[in-house]
Structure formats: C-alpha cells, structure tokens
C-alpha cells in the first residue's frame, strides 16, 4: 500500500508539535505526576474514540453513502428498462414455453414483490424457434450506443448482480450480430444461443422484480404504470381500464 508522502509530513510534524506541548507543560508547571497521569487517560480515551469514530460514526456515514448511491442506480437502472430493459422481457418472453406463468403472477411476482427474496419455483423454458431472433437483434443494433454508455458507468459495474445482467446481455448482442444469417444456424448455433438466452433472461427477470419492488415502496405512480406494461402480458396497455 502506498502512502503519500505528504501524509508522512503531516505525522510527524503533528508528533512534534504534541511533543512540544507536553514539554511546555512540564516547564510551566514542573509536575510530572499529573502530566503523566493526563497523558496515560487520554492514551486509554484513544480507544474508545476509534470504538465510536470508525464502527458507528464510520458506518453510519457509510450507510448513507450506500442509500445515496443505491438511488441514483435505481435511476440509471429505471433508464435501462425503459430504453431496452422492459422490451427484452418481451421479446425473451416469446422464447419461453413457461411465460405465461409470469404473466399470471401464480409462481413469485406478487409473492416476491411483498416479502422480497428470489424468483425461486421459476425456470424458464427456452426454444430458439418460438420467437423472433431478428428482433431481437435489431434490438441490440439499435440500442448498442446505450449500452456502451452504460458499461462505461463505474458505478454500475459495483453492482454485482446488474454488472451480470450487462455482461449476459452484451455476451448474447455480440453472439447475435456476428451472425449474417439468423435463418440459417445450425442446431449447434441453436442451442448455443438458447443457453445464452436463458442466462440473460434468468437475471433480468430478477433485476426488473428488483425494480419493480423499488417501484412500490417509493414510487407507486411509476409503479402502477409498469404493472399496466407487463412485459409478459401480451395484452398490456398503458390506458386504465374502469
């Protein structure tokens, strides 16, 4: 570990100067006795101020900082699915045999939405054939600038389980566009892609419930638009049925 250099400075020159003090008490007041007994309690005092000023000062400051930091990624995050995020779902929902439970609601999205936790009792189904690859990549084509910017987000990369959605993500874009001809993949190619197509969907399915439940508990009126949104509803709409 490097130390700079003009931290050592700073130490020593503070040692001498509390060096200095002590020797001028000692001249002024020639006591020994007391100065030495000042000095040993505010060496004993010196571990209780470590005790207060790094484990519950520190944390707390610590706390707020991750509070802070934690809101300004749900926003940066809230911009992913609004840009490309929410139509992922959609499209990767076309690939899966079981999305019609998440569209119910009966395996975890109310459940988890109220008690928090993962999306467990869900494995999505994939076939390659049952959706539309081309969209998808024409997604990726077009939203390829965004995510470049996002990855460049040092912020984001610190957190773990969306810096794994953005490397699943841009792992699939990058299988997809190096592809000339999506209509022409062998099996290989098929279950290849379907293995990373379930690798991404599996933890963007968790990171929008994570969302979503942000959404709830501080912004319901974000929130109630989402649910209208649905990505696993083929039916979802914006407008508010009576």
Request: charged share 25%.
């Amino acid at each position: 570990m490097k130390i700079d250099r003009w931290k050592i400075l700073w130490g020593v020159a503070l040692l001498c100067l509390s060096a200095l003090v002590y020797v001028f008490h000692y001249l002024t007041f020639r006591d020994p006795h007391h100065l030495f007994i000042f000095l040993v309690g505010d060496i004993a005092f010196v571990f209780i101020e470590v005790l207060i000023v790094t484990m519950i000062i520190h944390e707390l400051l610590d706390y707020r900082d991750r509070k802070t930091k934690l809101y300004k990624l749900n926003m940066v995050i809230g911009a992913f699915f609004s840009e490309i995020g929410t139509e992922l779902l959609r499209i990767f929902s076309g690939f899966d045999k079981n999305a019609i439970q998440m569209k119910e609601g009966s395996v975890c999205f109310e459940g988890w939405l109220d008690k928090g936790g993962k999306c467990e009792g869900y494995q999505p189904d994939i076939d390659v054939r049952r959706g539309d690859l081309k969209a998808l990549r024409d997604l990726f084509l077009d939203k390829r600038p965004f995510m470049l910017v996002l990855i460049q987000n040092s912020n984001l990369l610190e957190h773990d389980s969306f810096s794994d959605l953005l490397w699943a993500t841009f792992h699939l874009a990058e299988e997809l566009l190096y592809r000339e001809d999506l209509g022409k993949l062998t099996e290989a190619d098929y279950r290849h892609i379907e293995v990373d197509i379930k690798r991404a969907y599996a933890v963007l399915i968790v990171q929008w419930l994570d969302y979503m439940r942000h959404l709830k508990a501080s912004y319901p009126h974000l929130f109630s638009l989402a649910v209208r949104m649905n990505p696993f509803d083929p039916d979802a709409s914006p407008e508010i049925e009576e």
